[in-house]
């Protein structure tokens, strides 16, 4: 075997927390049947492992020690994109501490100052709460979320999303995720400690990553012929969309009732995919001039009368 690719499968078995496998690969001597065997368990691995393409995003968290705890418990569920929206406190002691051995992740966080960064690149957004909302918004929980992030096409970035300790995610939060995820507990005390809900949600992360390990993926979404939208362009549309309803008077911002957010949802739910976005973005400009051509003739008419 060459040193490449042994260099390949160390790099790999790794990320399932199967550190010693490294070690024990360089004692053996392979057999080319045994590399096939090794290559194909790689590609196996390969195929089903969504849990590096999974973004924990913690926002406005309070407690430093919670972004530690929240750190740990996705190490050990081999989760390791961690991004911070406007931490109180960060970098800090108290995290490090708490994280024991996943400091490692803490050091690699990225630090953002608004949700809309922390995930404008991602084509799924989670937000996780205990609360409903006046309007509720598409639920799932931690499992059949698990089977959605699995189906998420293999380039897809995805985030899941944590509300601060005080005050959980706010409704503008909840309307940049494509889904609400609600973790079932006693329902006369429903709001976990934050690491605690990071550590389920992982959880069932990774056991669906272990059951795809044995029986192969499946993805729905596979043979799709178009790419989904990320968040920044579901962003733009929206705007898009705003503009062109206030352009046909359609939408009035001095009293916008919920009608945004009752279209985003409705977005959310569809979960578009790049041509059908610039198919609607296109109907959206062509509405937005024919609004104004007519506009000009009528304040022309209104001038020769
Ligand atoms: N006081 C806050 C809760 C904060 S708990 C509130 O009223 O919303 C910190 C975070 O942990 C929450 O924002 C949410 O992201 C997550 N969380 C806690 N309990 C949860 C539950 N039962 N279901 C889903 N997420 C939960």
Not at 33 to 49: F, N, P, Q, T
Not at 120 to 136: E, F, H, M
Not at 244 to 251: G, P, S
């Amino acid at each position: 075997m060459s040193a490449d690719r042994l260099y390949e499968v160390k790099l790999f078995l790794p990320r399932f927390g199967e550190k010693p496998i490294g070690i024990w690969l360089d004692l053996l001597i392979f057999r080319s049947a045994e590399i096939g065997i090794c290559l194909e368990l790689m590609e196996k691995m390969k195929e089903s492992g969504f849990l590096q393409r999974i973004r924990i995003v913690l926002v406005g968290t309070s407690h430093p020690g919670n972004i530690g705890a929240s750190a740990r418990a996705m190490k050990n569920m081999g989760v390791s994109q961690l991004v911070l929206v406007n931490p109180l406190e960060f970098p800090s002691d108290q995290a490090v501490w708490r994280a024991v051995g996943a400091a490692d992740l803490l050091e690699k966080a990225r630090v953002v100052s608004s949700l809309d960064e922390a995930v404008a690149d991602c084509t799924l957004v989670i937000g996780t709460s205990a609360r409903g909302r006046r309007i509720p918004w598409p639920v799932l929980e931690p499992r059949r979320c698990a089977e959605m992030v699995a189906q998420e096409p293999q380039e897809n970035a995805i985030a899941i999303v944590f509300g601060g300790e005080k005050m959980g995610l706010s409704n503008e939060d909840l309307h940049r995720c494509n889904y609400h995820l609600t973790i079932p507990v006693n329902p006369e005390y429903s709001s976990l400690n934050l690491g605690a809900a990071v550590q389920v949600v992982c959880y069932e992360l990774r056991m669906k990553q272990l059951e795809l390990l044995e029986s192969g993926p499946k993805d729905e979404m596979d043979d799709w012929d178009g790419e989904f939208c990320r968040a920044d362009q579901m962003e733009h549309f929206y705007e898009h969309l705003e503009q062109t309803m206030i352009d046909v008077d359609f939408h009035d911002p001095e009293n916008p009732r919920q009608l945004m957010t009752r279209l985003r949802r409705l977005f959310s739910r569809t979960r578009l995919d790049k041509m059908e976005l610039s198919i609607l973005r296109g109907i959206l400009t062509n509405t937005q001039r024919n609004a104004s051509v007519q506009s000009s003739q009528l304040k022309g008419e209104s001038k020769n009368v």
